[in-house]
C-alpha cells in the first residue's frame, strides 16, 4: 500500500498531420511547454480497493512523508483493512528509508515489506497508475486544479476487483522475477 506518482499536463495536444508546405500555417501548429506544470500525488491501494489521495505541495523529505503517513496511510488503512494487520509496502526513496521514518513506522507498529531496489514493476499501485493515467487520456486540463480533479474522478471509479485482481498478481510477478534471475 503506498504510491507517489507524477502527473504532467501541458504538452499533451493531437498530432497534426499536414502536407507539404505547410509546415507554419497557423492552422498546423500549436504552441507548446517546454517544462510542463505537474502534481505530485500519494495514493494508497489494497485488494479491498483504493484509499484517499495526497496531493502534495512540497518535495517529499523524510518530515513530509511523515506527515503524509500520519494523516494518509493511517486512515488508508483503517478504513482498507479495518482490525487486521496488513504489511506496508513502499520503494527505497530516501525519505521512506530514512532512519526517522523507519522509526516512525516501528512507534505506530507498522510492518513494512522488504523491498528490492529499482523494481517498480513488481508494484502493484504502478500498474494502478498506469490505468488512472489512461483513464484520463482524453481529458485536457489546462491548469494544476484541473488536473487534480481529472486524477480524482479516475482514482474514485477504480472497482475494488481490480486492485484485487492487481495483488494477487504478486505471486506470478516474483516467481517471474526470481526466474529471470
Known amino acids: 500500500m503506498r504510491a507517489c506518482f507524477v502527473f504532467r499536463f501541458g504538452n499533451q495536444g493531437p498530432r497534426v498531420w499536414r502536407k507539404g508546405g505547410e509546415a507554419h500555417s497557423p492552422s498546423c501548429l500549436k504552441s507548446s511547454v517546454k517544462f510542463p506544470q505537474s502534481v505530485m500525488i500519494w495514493g494508497a491501494m489494497s485488494s479491498a480497493g483504493v484509499g484517499p489521495l495526497c496531493f502534495l505541495k512540497t518535495k517529499v523529505t523524510a ?3 511523515q506527515e503524509i503517513l500520519e494523516h494518509f496511510m493511517l486512515p488508508s488503512a483503517d478504513q482498507l483493512f479495518e482490525d487486521a494487520d496488513f504489511i506496508f509496502q513502499q520503494d527505497l526513496a530516501p525519505a521512506y528509508t530514512a532512519k526517522s521514518t523507519k522509526s516512525w513506522l516501528n512507534d505506530h507498529g507498522v510492518g ?10 513488481l508494484n502493484p499501485i504502478e500498474n494502478l497508475w498506469g490505468i488512472v493515467k489512461r483513464k484520463r487520456r482524453n481529458k485536457r486540463p489546462k491548469n494544476a486544479d484541473e488536473l487534480k480533479a481529472t486524477v480524482k474522478e479516475s482514482w474514485a471509479s477504480i472497482p475494488p476487483q481490480q486492485c484485487h485482481k492487481l ?5 506470478r510477478r516474483i516467481e517471474a522475477v526470481i526466474k529471470a534471475k
Do not use: G, R
Request: charged residues 10%; negative net charge; without cysteine.
Open 167 to 171: 495483488i494477487t498478481s504478486m505471486p
Open 112 to 121: 513494512v515489506l522488504d523491498w528490492p531496489a529499482n523494481s517498480p514493476d
Open 63 to 65: 518530515p513530509v512523508y
